[in-house]
């Protein structure tokens, strides 16, 4: 598959119209490549409401949320282009292997469109590769056809068991190779990201994740071989491109 770099609350739906003058600019064409993210233990239905109404003002490629919020998320984004993604077992990945199966059928039964697997990085480490393979086999047969990508963790891993991490990952199904989880682990780099596009198969792709907060970062990131790029900070970085004086209150983390 070819890839080209970078360089190369509204809650009526039927009220809400694309900005045309802003579909042509820069700011667009980053927000298309963009996974906004909203993961916090205190997540209000106000905050909800205010994420979701910012996918839909700047086209972002996908709303990234709690696995209990994915029903309410795909009746809102039904028909608008913009996918639904959640996470299954962050940020430990030490659920059982079949728990994580169900949970996974439980959100594509809801309505994600993606799913984000933590694998248990801990049988990787101990040298339990048969386990580690079987654990991220089973959310990908669970998934269906609902991409899966799976966090790495890559920071907390040697050079060898990098490899193998892809390797297995690859081989166990995944559509894409993640960095890390966030930022909590370490920041996305265009390094680790040149890393998984040269390892990987043409047909597996690759997203950055973990303290992603400017244009630049973005535009690095995706120039190293990143197709999706996922962060919180997806307002802030439109408002930098758009120069925008309109700067709503907007939670922030490491995501």
């Avoid at 490549?33 to 972002?60: D, G, M, P």
């Avoid at 949970?103 to 048969?130: C, H, R």
């Avoid at 120039?223 to 919180?232: F, I, M, Q, R």
Wanted: hydrophobic share 40%; glycine share 8%.
């Amino acid at each position: 598959m070819a890839r080209l770099g970078w360089n190369g609350a509204i809650t009526n739906l039927k009220q809400f119209e694309p900005d045309h003058q802003f579909a042509t600019t820069e700011a667009a064409e980053l927000a298309r490549r963009i996974q906004h993210t909203l993961i916090s233990n205190v997540l209000t239905e106000a905050l909800w409401e205010a994420h979701v109404a910012e996918c839909l003002k700047y086209r972002f490629h996908a709303a990234m949320i709690p696995p209990s919020w994915v029903k309410k998320t795909a009746g809102r984004l039904r028909d608008t282009g913009i996918r639904v993604a959640s996470f299954v077992d962050f940020p430990y990945g030490t659920m059982t292997s079949r728990g994580k199966a169900y949970e996974t059928q439980q959100l594509v039964g809801n309505g994600a469109e993606e799913v984000d697997l933590m694998p248990n990085v801990g049988f990787l480490l101990s040298g339990m590769e048969k386990e580690y393979f079987d654990d991220i086999r089973g959310v990908v047969e669970a998934a269906g056809k609902a991409p899966v990508k799976i966090m790495l963790e890559l920071p907390l891993l040697n050079p060898q068991q990098r490899e193998r991490a892809v390797a297995l990952s690859v081989e166990a199904g995944v559509t894409y190779l993640k960095n890390a989880s966030g930022g909590a682990v370490g920041v996305a780099t265009p390094e680790d990201i040149r890393f998984l596009r040269r390892v990987a198969p043409a047909n597996i792709r690759v997203k950055a994740s973990g303290g992603i907060k400017t244009a630049r970062q973005v535009r690095e990131l995706l120039d190293a071989g990143a197709d999706l790029v996922g962060t919180s900070s997806g307002v802030r970085i439109m408002q930098e491109l758009l120069h925008s004086a309109d700067s709503a209150a907007v939670p922030d983390s490491n995501y």
